[in-house]
């Protein structure tokens, strides 16, 4: 694909996210089903739905552009998978193994925060309406939210005997 105007990086963009997207709902369901703390298993399920609504909407976005939906790899996504499966095969500890789940979520969520601003942002500056804006807001504002979950529960009660567990004295 050659990417000579704005639109055609826009469309770059729009595919890898796409199939960043559409990764990320086995990723969570593995993560959901693996995790040991039930408030982090919870929560996966609950973003790996909300996956599902952004590939969706993504697949809107393209109807909007006169595109289809053809995922380009996306060399962020495919090592967070590998990093994923270093965790599982590396970490025997359920508790160390949910600390590796949330931290590779909350990174997930800003590289994913950030693809959507960029995409909004190319969006806006090619004039795309409502019809694309919209979409890509609302994934952008429902990953912020995910972040933002994973940061409080970092910090919950419910974590606190894990780190006095794990932290040196």
Not at 15 to 37: F, G, I, K, P, S
Not at 85 to 92: A, F, M, P, V, Y
């Amino acid at each position: 694909m050659s990417m000579n105007a704005l639109e055609d990086m826009f469309e770059h963009k729009l595919r890898q996210q796409y199939y960043a997207e559409t990764q990320l709902v086995d990723e969570l369901d593995h993560m959901a089903r693996m995790a040991d703390n039930e408030q982090l298993s919870d929560g996966m399920a609950e973003h790996r739905d909300e996956t599902r609504d952004h590939v969706s909407r993504l697949e809107t976005v393209f109807d909007e552009i006169g595109s289809t939906p053809a995922p380009i790899e996306d060399a962020v996504v495919d090592g967070l998978h590998e990093e994923r499966i270093e965790l599982d095969e590396s970490i025997d500890d359920a508790g160390m193994r949910d600390m590796g789940y949330m931290t590779a979520g909350m990174m997930t969520e800003r590289v994913e925060m950030t693809a959507y601003e960029g995409l909004e942002l190319m969006a806006d500056r090619i004039g795309y309406g409502s019809e694309v804006m919209d979409p890509l807001s609302a994934n952008r504002e429902e990953e912020t939210s995910a972040f933002r979950e994973l940061e409080a529960m970092s910090e919950s009660s419910e974590m606190k005997s894990f780190w006095d567990r794990i932290t040196p004295s």
